[in-house]
């Protein structure tokens, strides 16, 4: 429909733009998400049953369109356990040893599981120290005990918190004296489907079930713990078949990057981020085209970053399975004030997402996301998924100590151009291309945000905001909301700068700014 038609026969034309004429170079220059709004539609459905659920690379959906940046005072491992539990998906940094990022991973892995397919196991000799160490280290002390101490070994018992609560003497008390023996243990026999260990827990109320063959031989594992998990977080996004966390790292593209890699995807790696400012080189596409061979589809690769269709069509033509699209948009980058490159984030999205779309390639919108409204938009310009930095940084899952100043609760947060960052190690020199270079030139800055509490309650403000998002618009999906972008009925207006200040707080003496409660 392009016209609007009274009662009285009277034609006027559809108000605002659709997402070509809005998103025309020549007329508009490049876009930021400040530049525009999306008109509103008509509401006839409840806000709560919007579907945020998106595909965020070829082979991976989930419930919602969030990621956490990989950096290194955003993501590690209780922020991506954080947001795969609430639904999104986090990215742990590489600015670390080869065996930190692994453990990072492995945690992220172990931390939800259908069946344990590798559980700690123990022998009987070995002593209720034993057990206090697996805790100190695993954060649990539900162990089964088999005759080799190995999976695979016959089935003599199990070891829990509850058999060592009151040991006197750990080191020398062994798990024989202890534990409770096979013979008070409920099992389940290996074959079993994940529902029926689901139910057959649920009856017993024992904290673990131990699967075994016909020989009684241990073959995997369930956790109680991991049911309730299930419970607690319905949206978690988890690997397909094995109940396990989605876990999402970045790598560079350079040779030793390929042995970091390989260590990543033997801890359980489901995504791999190629972590470069700019990403239509030569390193990327060989990187990926070592992955395809390597792994030959066991993980997706988001490669990037792009901000042109040029730079997009040579990394999916070398079997990207999404792009990540931003250069300089990031609150603590200076990339595009530094290297004069880069691009507005709103068209760089839009010109990404529109070619990407025609291989059925999903795209990441990385960088300058600073309200719930700008991760509507983002979506409605193309994008699958938003990655935030800045946004998440100050909550309590991510890397750092808070501290005070001015009597605000502050935590560092630096960009991976930051020379505060390469200080640390080598992953931003080789984002940036600059890890051999004598004098660093920065293209990233260090400072601090404002706590913003628990991603436990902080992402769920974010689904909520982005489903009355686009009940305002009249559409009851992502899907339904890109897919009316391409068909011209969702509208968009530029905003001119007075109509940017009109829309946010003003004519005010002072005011509290509660984003949730």
Known sequence: MSTITTASGKSFPRDGLDAEQLFDSATSGGLTYNDFLILPGFIDFPADIVDCSVRVTRNHEIKLPFLSSPMDTVTEADMAIAMALTGGLGVIHYNCTVAEQVAMVKKVKKYENGFISDPVTLAPSATVADVWAIKAKHGFSGVPVTDNGKLGGKLLGIITSRDIQFVKDPASTTLTEVMTPRTQLIVANQGVSLDEANRILQGCKKGKLPIVDKEDRLVALMSLADLLKNKEYPYASKTKG????????????????RVRLAALVEAGLDIVVLDSSQGNSTFQIEMIKHIRETYKGKIDVIAGNVVTMEQAKSLIEAGADALRVGMGSGSICITQEVMAVGRPQGTAVYKVATLAREYGIPVIADGGIQYVGHITKALALGASAVMMGG?????????????????????????????????????????????????????????????????YKFVPYLQVGLQHGLQDIGVRSVKAMQDGVRDGSVRFERRSASAQLEGGVHSLYSYEKRLFS
């Open 242 to 257: 094995t109940k396990q966390l989605l876990a999402a790292a970045a790598v560079g593209t350079r040779p030793d990057d």
């Open 391 to 455: 946004l998440i940084a100050g909550t309590s899952e991510s890397p750092g100590e808070y501290f005070y100043h001015d009597g605000k609760r502050l935590k560092k947060y630096r960009g991976m151009g930051s020379l505060d960052a390469m200080d640390k190690g080598d992953a931003a020199g080789k984002r940036y291309f600059s890890e051999g270079d004598k004098i660093k030139v920065a293209q990233g800055v260090t400072g601090a945000v404002l706590d913003k509490g628990s991603m």
